[in-house]
T-cell receptor
């Protein structure tokens, strides 16, 4: 039972390159989230998927796209990376409407040069 | 707009002493509040939540939090700090209009010294 897994753990990109961050969960949770963590700013929601087949924007969606491939997987894509997207990215899941705590993956540390 | 504020970037406490990590919130309607802990190079872990009921909520690792509606606060407390409690602590609130969205504070680094 791995919980929430994220790949890769680390990545360095050059400005303008693209990449996809992968998130998978084996907890059968309905909702999945992508956050970015920046020093002094806490976590900010990029996109979320309340259930399989739906995705919605969070606080900071610009420059990102997401895909909820199935119930287990939720990917985050950077089409043209910018230095401002240097951050630590966390995927999280949540089980049902009546259970509000989230379960987080270990994070992906992304540097854009 | 909903938000939480953590006014202290860092809290220093000696092992064995009580600790408090502060959080204030701004939300319309009844607040759903959370505390998470992050150890170095790890994801966040859920500690406790306030949904309704008793104002003192007990959570994991001996932590508790006190909900105060009049002061719009939800401070995290522990009677006796351990060195192993040293970590980054985040307060969070659920969006009262969209139950799928959550807002996190900027985090407070807790340093417990032997």
């Amino acid at each position: 039972n791995a919980g929430v897994t994220q790949t890769p753990k680390f990545q360095v990109l050059k400005t303008g390159q693209s990449m996809t961050l992968q998130c998978a969960q084996d907890m059968n949770h309905n909702s999945m989230y992508w956050y970015r963590q920046d020093p002094g700013m806490g976590l900010r929601l990029i996109y979320y998927s309340a259930s399989e087949g739906t995705t919605d924007k969070g606080e900071v969606p610009n420059g990102y796209n997401v895909s909820r491939l199935n119930k287990r997987e939720f990917s985050l894509r950077l089409e043209s990376a910018a230095p401002s997207q240097t951050s630590v990215y966390f995927c999280a899941t949540r089980t049902t409407v009546f259970s509000y705590e989230q379960y987080f993956g270990p994070g992906t540390r992304l540097t854009v040069t | 707009a909903q938000s939480v504020a953590q006014p202290e970037d860092q809290v220093n406490v000696a092992e064995g002493n009580p600790l408090t990590v502060k959080c204030t919130y701004s939300v319309s309607g009844n607040p759903y509040l959370f505390w998470y802990v992050q150890y170095p190079n790890r994801g966040l872990q859920f500690l406790l939540k306030y949904i309704t009921g008793d104002n003192l909520v007990k959570g994991s690792y001996g932590f508790e939090a006190e909900f105060n509606k009049s002061q719009t606060s939800f401070h995290l407390k522990k009677p006796s700090a351990l060195v192993s409690d040293s970590a980054l602590y985040f307060c969070a609130v659920r969006d009262s209009d969209n139950f799928n969205k959550f807002y996190f504070g900027s985090g407070t680094k807790l340093n417990v010294k032997p």
